[in-house]
C-alpha cells in the first residue's frame, strides 16, 4: 500500500503538469517593429488589467502565454514610443495566435496645436495634484525664456532685477525664494550649475513645464516648502534636430541646438542640446540720476545701461541604450555650463555699478538607469546618480563710484567689500525611485535621494582656500501609496522623511584652533492629494503637504566671525492645502478647458539673519506668513484656429508672527495679520491666438499671438502706518507682447517675429528695478524630424 | 465663439476698472501735522522691515501711535543721520551721497544732495560750530582716515586725509576708527586702533589722538593697553561728549576679540581741558563700575556731573535686554540703576537729553511703551508719553525743531 503512493503522487504531478502544458498551449506570438521596419527590443507586452507580460527579444520576438482560450488586450509599450492596445482572439481550434505590431515613435512635433483629445498637459491638470502645466512645444517659435513662459501661468510670479540673465525671485502662490526648487526631468537643476536658470534656458530645450503648487509629488525628492518646478525634455526616441537662433533688441542673441540619432536595432541613443545667450542688456532707463561734474550735484536724465553684458553657454550631451532586458534605459551623461555677466545695480536702481562682475562654470558627469515590470511586472525602478562641480566667481575690485551715464568718481569698493569671492561646490546626488504594483489600482512609490553639497567660500585675493567649508547632507525618502476606486476617484497618501546633516568646522578659542562640528536633524512629512472625477471631463481635487525647506550650512554654523551659530535653529514649515476643480467641454469645433483653485499656506519659521548689538548676526526662525488666495484659467480653442487664455491669481499674504521677532510672547506686532508689503497680489494674463494653415502655400502656417500681463499696484511698505506723502507703491502694470511666426514645410522652416512690451510702458520689479521697454526679436528655426 | 470672446472682452473691462480704481485712495489719510520731536520706530520682520519717524508734539505727556503717523523712510533715509537744527544729514554709502533732508508735509524733502565717497563708511561726526561739521573715516583700504569739512548751508566739502597717524603694528593690516570725536580747545580728539583683517583679531592697545583743525595733523599721541576698543559717535550712537568743565569722555564700548581669544575691557577714558593726552589718573571699567556689562553705544552727558549709560541685562552677544544706570562723571562710579524702567529691547540712539532730563524710548515688548524720563537734578524718574506697543524698535530719538 505504502509502495503505492509515491506512484499515486507522481502519476498526480504528471497529470497537473499535462494539464498545465495543456493550458500553455494557448499563447500568442510575433514581432514589434519600428515604422522603418527595424524590430524594436526591449518592448514590453502585457494583458491589459493583469501583471502576466513579457518583453521582446534582441529579434523583436516575444511570446505570451494565455491562460486559457479568450480574448485579450495587449499593451505594447517601450520608452520613446506611442503605447498601442490591440485585441486577439484564442480559441481551441486556434492556440497560437500571431500579432506582428508597428510602434510609433511618440510625437516629436513641436507646432502640432492639439484641439481634440487630452494632451498631456492637460492630464497633469487633471491629477490630484495642484499643477500647472504648460505645453513648449507650442510655444517652440517664441524667443521667450521658460521664466516668461511660466510668468503667463496662474499662481506664478517672477521677479527679474533687469534683462536676460539678471537675478530673479520667482514664487508660487506667494511663497518664494529658497522655497522653491527647480528641476530637469526630475533631477535638481542647480545640479547643472548656476548658469542654467529658469530665466535663461530656451524654450526649445523643453517640451513640458510642470509645476507643483504647495504639495510636490514623492518623486521629485526635495524639500520644496512653497513648490516645485519640473522641466521635462523629449522623450521621443526619433531622430530630430532643432536649431534655433534669434536676435533682437539690446544686441541679444539666443541660440538653441537640441537634437538626437537613434540605431533602433542596436537601442543605441545619441542626445545632444546646447544653448548660447547674449544680450548687452542696454536698455534705457528713465529718469534715473547722474552727477553734474560741473556742478557736483545730481540731475535727472535718461541714460542707457551700460554694464549689463551676459553671456551664457550651455553644452549637454548623453549616450545610452534604451530596450535591452537588462535595462529599458540606461544612459550616460555629461553637460557642461559657464556664464558670465557684468553687474549693473544693487538691490535699488539708485545703487549704480560699472565694474562689478559675475561669472561661473558647471560640469556634471551623470549615469540614469531605469527598468520596468520587475518581479512579475510589479515594480519599476528607476535610479540617476551624479557628481557635479559649481563654481562662480563674484569680482568687486575697483573703488570707484559709478552713476547711470557711465561716469565715476574715486570712492570705495562698490558692493562695499573689495574682494573676488570664490565660491566652489562640489556635490554628489543620487536618486533612486521604485514603484510597486500592489495589485489593480494599488500603487506603492518609495522615493529615495541622497544630496550632499559642500559649500567652500573664501575672498581669493586674501586666501587660497575656505578654512572652513560647509558640508550639507540630505537624506530624503518618500513613500506614496496611490489607489484608486472606480475609474473615479485617486488617492494618493504620501509620507517624507527628511534628515539633514551639516558639518562644519569652527575655531574654539578655550582650544585655539579648530574643531569639527556636526549635526543630525530628522523631520516628518506627510500629505494627501485626491481627485474625484465627475465624468469624463470634469472633476475635483484637494491635496494638503505638511513640508519643510532645510536649513542650510551657514545658516546653522555661521562663519565662525560675523555670523555666529544657532544649533537650535529649526527648518522653515509650512502646511499647504489646495482645493481646485476642472471642467472641460468639447461642442463641435470648440473646446473649452476651465480650472480654478484656492489655496492656503500656512509657513512657519522662515529664516533670516538677525543682528544683535554687538554687530554679529545669528539665523534665526524670525517670522511666519499666512497666505490664502484663489487662481482660475480658462482656454478655448477651436478649429478655425483661434485660440484664448485668460487667467486671474489672487493672493492676500499676511504677516503671521504674531511677537516681535517671533520671540513667543509679549505685545502682540503691530504688523500681526496685516498684508505682507513688496508682493505682488493680484495679476493675470491673457493669451489670444489665431492660426491658419496653407497661408501661400501648401504645408505652411501663420501664427499670431497676442499677449498681455497685468499685474495690480501694490505697496511698498506696510499699508495703514506711513502718512500719505511719503507712502510708496508700486504702480500697476499692464505689458502687451505681439508675435507672428510663419512656418513652411509642416515645420521645418520657421520664421518668427516678436515684439516684447509693445507700448513701451514702464516695467518695474523689486524695489521698483526698472525692467526693458519695447524690445524686437527675429527668430529663425529649423526643426528636422 | 461670439459669446465666448465678449465674454472675454467684459473680464479684460473689469480688470481694466480695478486697476483703475486703486492707488492711494485706500491709504489713510490723515494730514501731517508740524512735529517736535521724531521717534524713529522700526515695523515687520525681516526681510519686511520697514523704517518710520513718528512725529510727536511732547515727550513728556499724552500718547501716540504710528498708524498714519509715520514718515517713511525705509528708502530715503537710515538712522546712521546726523540731526541738528531740524535738518538731517546722512551719508548714504551705498549709493554715494551726502544729503542734507527736511521733513516737510509728512515726508522727506531733499534740500540739497551731493556726490560723496570719501569714507568706506561715516565713523565719526562732530561739530565745529553751527555751520561746519566735521567727518571721520576708513579710506577705502583701511590704511589711512580720512575727513571732511562740511559746509551744511551749501554743502561745499573740504576733504583729505588725517596725517601723522602711529604705524600699523606686524601681524595687522588695518586701522579701525573711533567714532569718539569731539572738539574741544581748537583741536580735534579721537582714536584708533588696529586689526588683522584676515582673522579680525584686533592689537591690544588703543591710540587716543589729538589733531589739528583744520590741518589735520597728529600734534599728540597716548596710549592705554587695557582695551582694544573704540566708541562710535557716528549717527547710530553716541558715546563721547565734552562735559560743561570742558573735560572730555568717550566709552569704548565696540569692542572685538583679541589675538588670544579674549574680548578687551570696555572702558571709560577722560582727557582734561587744557590737555591733548589721557588722563592718567582716570579709568573706569565699565563691567566693574556697573557690575553689568556696557552696551554697545550709549553714553551721554546729562549735567549735574551725571552720566547715563546703557548696560546689558546678561553678559554676551546673546543678549536681549537693556537697562540704564547713572554714573557720577567725575568719579566713575556708578549712582544707582534706573530699577523703575524695565528692561528693553535692542535699539541705538533711543535717548534724547535735554536740560539735565533724560527721555529714554523703551520698548519693552510688554503692553503699552513709554518714554521715561530721567531728571537728573531730582533723580525722578517718571512716565512721559505712551506709545502703542508691537513695534520692533525705536533706534533714534531726536529734536526736530
Known amino acids: ?169 520667482f514664487s508660487i502662490n506667494g511663497l518664494s525664494g529658497k522655497s522653491i526648487k527647480f528641476f530637469l526631468d526630475g533631477i535638481p537643476l542647480e545640479i547643472m550649475g548656476s548658469a542654467m536658470n529658469l530665466n535663461n534656458i530656451p524654450i526649445n530645450l523643453a517640451e513640458r513645464i510642470e509645476v507643483y503648487k504647495g504639495v510636490a509629488p514623492v518623486e521629485l525628492g526635495s524639500d520644496a516648502l512653497g513648490g516645485a518646478v519640473n522641466i521635462v525634455t523629449n522623450k521621443s526616441l526619433s531622430n530630430y534636430l532643432d536649431v534655433s537662433h534669434s536676435y533682437g533688441s539690446f544686441q541679444t542673441h539666443q541660440g538653441a541646438i537640441t537634437g538626437q540619432w537613434v540605431k533602433p536595432s542596436l537601442g543605441l541613443v545619441l542626445k545632444g542640446s546646447s544653448f548660447f545667450n547674449y544680450s548687452l542688456n542696454n536698455y534705457l532707463m528713465r529718469e534715473v540720476e547722474v552727477r553734474d561734474f560741473e556742478n557736483n550735484e545730481f540731475v535727472i536724465t535718461n541714460a542707457r545701461r551700460f554694464h549689463d553684458r551676459y553671456r551664457s553657454w550651455m553644452g549637454q550631451a548623453e549616450i545610452g541604450l534604451v530596450n535591452k532586458k537588462w535595462a529599458d534605459v540606461l544612459f550616460l551623461g555629461f553637460s557642461y555650463t559657464t556664464y558670465d555677466k557684468q553687474v549693473q545695480t544693487g538691490v535699488r536702481q539708485s545703487i549704480v555699478y560699472g565694474a562689478v562682475t559675475r561669472n561661473g562654470t558647471g560640469r ?15 515594480l519599476d525602478v528607476n535610479l540617476y546618480a551624479t557628481y557635479s562641480r559649481d563654481e562662480y566667481a563674484l569680482a568687486d575690485t575697483t573703488l570707484r563710484k559709478y552713476y547711470w551715464d557711465g561716469q565715476y568718481i574715486e570712492g570705495n569698493p562698490e558692493t562695499g567689500s573689495y574682494r573676488i569671492t570664490q565660491v566652489t561646490r562640489p556635490r554628489y546626488f543620487t536618486r533612486l525611485n521604485a514603484n510597486y504594483h500592489l495589485a489593480e489600482n494599488h500603487d506603492l512609490n518609495v522615493n529615495y535621494t541622497f544630496d550632499q553639497v559642500t559649500n567652500e567660500t573664501y575672498n581669493s585675493l586674501v586666501a587660497t582656500e575656505d578654512d572652513v567649508p560647509g558640508r550639507l547632507s540630505k537624506h530624503l525618502v518618500g513613500l506614496a501609496y496611490q489607489q484608486k476606486f472606480w475609474d473615479r476617484l485617486t488617492n494618493t497618501f504620501m509620507g517624507k522623511f527628511y534628515g539633514v546633516a551639516t558639518d562644519k568646522k569652527q575655531y574654539d578659542l578655550s582650544l585655539a584652533r579648530y574643531v569639527p562640528m556636526h549635526s543630525f536633524k530628522p523631520y516628518v512629512g506627510y500629505g494627501l492629494a485626491s481627485v474625484y472625477k465627475i465624468d469624463k471631463n470634469s472633476g475635483i481635487k484637494a491635496s494638503y503637504e505638511h513640508t519643510y525647506r532645510l536649513q542650510d550650512v551657514n545658516e546653522v ?116 495679520r496685516k498684508k505682507v508689503p513688496n508682493q505682488p497680489w493680484m495679476f493675470g494674463n491673457l493669451d489670444l491666438g489665431w492660426g491658419r494653415s496653407n497661408v501661400w502655400q501648401k504645408a505652411s502656417r501663420l501664427q499670431v499671438n497676442w499677449s498681455t500681463s497685468y499685474t495690480h499696484w501694490y505697496y511698498r511698505s506696510w499699508e495703514g502706518f506711513a502718512t500719505t506723502n511719503s507712502l510708496e507703491i508700486i504702480p500697476k502694470q499692464l505689458i502687451h507682447n505681439l508675435m507672428l511666426a510663419y512656418s513652411l514645410e509642416n515645420g521645418r522652416y520657421n520664421l518668427s517675429l516678436e515684439a516684447k512690451n509693445l507700448t513701451n510702458q514702464l516695467a518695474f520689479d523689486n524695489f521698483r528695478l526698472q525692467r526693458p521697454g519695447r524690445a524686437l526679436f527675429v527668430k529663425f528655426r529649423y526643426f528636422l524630424k | 465663439m461670439l459669446k465666448f470672446c465678449r465674454t472675454f472682452v467684459f473680464v479684460l473691462t473689469a480688470l481694466s476698472a480695478l486697476s483703475g480704481c486703486s492707488k492711494k485712495e485706500e491709504t489713510s489719510r490723515v494730514e501731517p501735522v508740524a512735529s517736535s520731536f521724531g521717534i524713529w520706530t522700526q515695523l515687520g520682520s525681516w526681510p519686511n522691515t520697514s523704517y518710520y519717524i513718528m512725529g510727536v508734539s511732547s515727550l513728556s505727556e499724552g500718547s501716540t501711535k504710528l498708524e498714519g503717523n509715520g514718515i517713511d523712510v525705509t528708502t530715503t533715509l537710515n538712522n546712521s543721520v546726523i540731526s541738528r537744527g531740524g535738518y538731517y544729514y546722512y551719508y548714504n554709502t551705498t549709493e554715494g551721497r551726502l544729503g542734507k533732508y527736511q521733513l516737510k508735509d509728512g515726508a522727506v524733502s531733499t534740500v540739497k544732495q551731493v556726490p560723496f565717497t570719501y569714507f568706506s563708511s561715516l565713523a565719526g561726526h562732530t561739530w565745529i560750530d553751527e555751520n561746519t561739521l566735521v567727518m571721520i573715516g576708513l579710506a577705502a583700504s583701511g590704511k589711512a582716515i580720512n575727513y571732511a569739512i562740511i559746509n551744511t548751508t551749501t554743502l561745499a ?137 556696557p552696551a554697545a553705544g550709549l553714553f551721554m552727558n546729562l549735567g549735574n556731573g551725571k552720566a547715563i549709560i546703557k548696560y546689558q541685562v546678561a553678559t554676551g552677544y546673546s543678549n536681549t535686554k537693556f537697562g540704564y544706570s547713572i554714573l557720577n562723571l567725575s568719579t566713575g562710579k556708578e549712582l544707582r540703576k534706573l530699577t523703575e524702567i524695565p528692561d528693553g529691547l535692542g535699539s541705538e540712539r533711543n535717548v534724547y537729553v535735554d536740560n539735565g532730563k533724560a527721555y529714554i524710548a523703551v520698548l519693552s515688548g510688554e503692553g503699552t511703551d513709554y518714554i521715561w524720563i530721567y531728571d537728573s537734578a531730582t533723580d525722578k524718574v517718571s512716565k512721559g508719553l505712551q506709545i502703542q506697543g508691537g513695534y520692533t524698535s525705536f533706534s533714534r530719538l531726536d529734536k526736530l525743531q
Not at chain 2, 600699523?168 to 579701525?176: D, F, L
Request: net charge neutral; charged share 20%; glycine share 10%.
Open chain 1, 1 to 169: 500500500m505504502c509502495s503505492k503512493k509515491p506512484l499515486f503522487y507522481i502519476l498526480a504531478v504528471f497529470l497537473s503538469l499535462t494539464s498545465m502544458g495543456v493550458m500553455a498551449q494557448f499563447k500568442v506570438t510575433g514581432k514589434v517593429s519600428g515604422l522603418d521596419g527595424e524590430a524594436l527590443e526591449g518592448v514590453s507586452v502585457k494583458i491589459k488589467g493583469r501583471q502576466t507580460g513579457t518583453h521582446t527579444d534582441s529579434k523583436g520576438a516575444y511570446e505570451l502565454a494565455l491562460s486559457k482560450a479568450g480574448s485579450y488586450i495587449l499593451e505594447f509599450s517601450s520608452i520613446g514610443y506611442t503605447r498601442i492596445e490591440e485585441t486577439v482572439s484564442a480559441t481551441s481550434a486556434q492556440p497560437v495566435v500571431t500579432l506582428e505590431v508597428v510602434l510609433t515613435a511618440s510625437s516629436v512635433n513641436m507646432d502640432e496645436v492639439t484641439v481634440h483629445g487630452k494632451t498631456e498637459t492637460q492630464q497633469l491638470r487633471e491629477q490630484a495634484f495642484a499643477v500647472s502645466a504648460i505645453d513648449a512645444r507650442k510655444l517652440a517659435n517664441t524667443t521667450a525664456d521658460l521664466g516668461q513662459v511660466l510668468n503667463r501661468s496662474t499662481g506664478i510670479k517672477i521677479r527679474e532685477q533687469g534683462g536676460m540673465g539678471s537675478d530673479f525671485e
Open chain 2, 157 to 293: 566739502i573740504t576733504n583729505g586725509t588725517v596725517t601723522g597717524l602711529p604705524e600699523i603694528p606686524t601681524g595687522y593690516s588695518a586701522y579701525r576708527v573711533g567714532g569718539d570725536i569731539q572738539y574741544k580747545d581748537g583741536k580735534l580728539y579721537f582714536s584708533t586702533i588696529m586689526v588683522n583683517t584676515t582673522t579680525y583679531a584686533l592689537y591690544k592697545k588703543l591710540y587716543t589722538m589729538a589733531v589739528s583743525y583744520p590741518a589735520f595733523a597728529v600734534t599728540q599721541l597716548s596710549t592705554d593697553d587695557r582695551t582694544a576698543g573704540l566708541g562710535n559717535t557716528s549717527g547710530y550712537f553716541a558715546t563721547s561728549f565734552v562735559d560743561e568743565q570742558g573735560d572730555m569722555y568717550f566709552l569704548t564700548s565696540w569692542n572685538g576679540v583679541l589675538s588670544d581669544g579674549s574680548y578687551s575691557a570696555k572702558s571709560i577714558y577722560r582727557i582734561k581741558k587744557g590737555s591733548d593726552v589721557l588722563d592718567t589718573s582716570y579709568y573706569v571699567d565699565g563691567s566693574v563700575a556697573l557690575g553689568k556689562e
Open chain 1, 557 to 672: 554654523f555661521g562663519d565662525g566671525y560675523q555670523v555666529i551659530n544657532n544649533l537650535e535653529l529649526n527648518p522653515e514649515s509650512s502646511d499647504n492645502l489646495n482645493l481646485g476643480g476642472f471642467y472641460g467641454r468639447q461642442k463641435g469645433s470648440h473646446n473649452v478647458y476651465a480650472e480654478a483653485s484656492t489655496f492656503l499656506r500656512k509657513a512657519e519659521g522662515f529664516i533670516y539673519a538677525n543682528q544683535y548689538s554687538n554687530n554679529q548676526i545669528k539665523y534665526e526662525n524670525l517670522s511666519n506668513v499666512l497666505i490664502r488666495g484663489a487662481d482660475a484659467e480658462v482656454r478655448y480653442n477651436d478649429r478655425s484656429g483661434f485660440s484664448a487664455m485668460l487667467n486671474v491669481t489672487y493672493q492676500n499674504a499676511l504677516d503671521n508672527t504674531r511677537f516681535v521677532n517671533n520671540s513667543g510672547s509679549g505685545t502682540v506686532s503691530a504688523t500681526y
Open chain 1, 364 to 378: 556634471n558627469l551623470s549615469v540614469r538607469y531605469k527598468k520596468d515590470g520587475l518581479v512579475n511586472g510589479h
